[in-house]
């Protein structure tokens, strides 16, 4: 079964430093998410991407997020100046469609910032 | 704004009971509703999905959900329960769609299932 695959499965960062998470969506996927989850609370979304731009972004996507696909195949979430409360599982997932059928997750990134 | 509750935090069953997870959302129109499961250094694996029509849904692992619109619930039940099946349950609430062509999901806080062997 296809799978979306993220990497680093851990990654510990000091305070602002710069941190890029990456994800391999499934191949003919179109669109394109991250979530995130801080220890002990619900999963939220950041943002969605589709045609090469950002569709949609929540509130706390602010200027210290961006992502990017640079090559097709790799999609990347960059955090500019991590702060502590950046520490989270941050999850990528792709949809074929938009996401009504349900998106195929990965199996997380845990980004801790000391 | 839409919103999904999972009221039990943790369940603890013995192998070979039953199980419900409860999950009640609130949005504005019909609902997409999700449920996921994440075990541990996993992924969130999509269980079981309900966009319209038979309110009973089956879903892999033995896993069927109930989508009750008078109680705007949407729980999660098997039948017999398998020491395999200790996760953290997600309910999932879409789509947001705000015009820019995307679904946003809304989760619940999850569920985290012991089993007792």
């Known amino acids: 079964e296809p799978e979306v695959t993220q990497t680093p499965s851990h990654q510990v960062t000091q305070m602002g430093q710069e941190v890029i998470l990456r994800c391999v969506p499934i191949?003919?996927?179109?669109?394109f998410y991250w979530y995130r989850q801080i220890l002990g609370q619900k999963v939220e979304f950041l943002v969605s991407?589709?045609?090469?731009?950002?569709?949609?972004k929540s509130e706390i996507f602010d200027d210290q997020f961006s992502v990017e696909r640079p090559d097709g195949s790799n999609f990347t979430l960059k955090i500019r100046s991590t702060k502590l409360e950046d520490s989270a599982m941050y999850f990528c997932a792709s949809s074929f469609g938009q996401g009504y059928y349900g998106y195929t997750f990965g199996s997380g990134t845990r980004l801790t910032v000391v | 704004a839409q919103s999904v509750t999972q009221p039990d935090i943790h369940i603890t069953v013995s192998e070979g009971a039953s199980l419900e997870l409860r999950c009640n959302y609130s949005y504005g129109a019909t609902p997409y509703l999700f449920w996921y499961v994440q075990s541990p250094g996993q992924g969130l694996q999509l269980l079981l999905k309900y966009f319209s029509g038979d309110t009973l849904v089956q879903g892999i692992k033995g896993f069927e959900a109930e989508f009750k619109r008078s109680q705007s619930s949407f729980n999660l039940r098997k039948p017999s329960v398998h020491w395999s099946d200790a996760a953290e349950y997600f309910c999932?609430?879409?789509?947001?769609?705000?015009?820019?062509?995307?679904?946003?999901?809304?989760f619940g806080k999850g569920t985290k299932l012991s089993v007792i062997p």
């Open positions: 999932a609430v879409g789509p947001a769609y705000s015009g820019a062509g995307s679904y946003q999901l809304t």
């Open positions: 991407f589709y045609n090469n731009e950002i569709s949609e």
């Open positions: 191949s003919n996927h179109l669109y």
